[in-house]
């Protein structure tokens, strides 16, 4: 049975930090992609980050502007999404996904909540 969980969101305030984690079971972890979404009220789920199965290639979307870093450790399973200077406007749930193409598999977490707010 495939299981992905987040773990680590929370309320911080603008300018704060947070780290997100998220293991997977029951995959090859190595074989897959793994990313970070988000979904704020009111609008549609977009990726926030991407990592290669080998790690040694990351993807984030513009609105990121350096102050996320996406990070694995094929040897436990987990993704990290480290935050930093962060705003108002980074508060949504956020969700972890594991893809890989051959053959064609794509899991999703059941997101954790990141609230900024003063």
């Known amino acids: 049975q495939v299981q992905i969980v987040e773990s680590g969101g929370g309320l911080v305030q603008p300018g704060g930090s947070l780290k997100l984690s998220c293991t997977a079971s029951g995959v090859t972890f190595s074989r897959y992609r793994m990313s970070w979404y988000r979904q704020a009220p009111g609008k549609e789920r977009e990726l926030v980050a991407e990592i290669t199965s080998a790690g040694d290639t990351t993807n984030y979307a513009d609105f990121v502007e350096g102050r996320f870093t996406i990070s694995r450790d094929n040897d436990n399973n987990t993704v990290y999404l480290q935050m930093a200077s962060l705003k108002i406007e980074d508060t949504a749930v956020y969700y972890c996904?594991?893809?890989?193409?051959?053959?064609?598999?794509?899991?999703w977490g059941q997101g954790t909540q990141v609230t900024v707010s003063s």
């Open positions: 996904n594991a893809r890989r193409v051959i053959p064609s598999r794509n899991y």
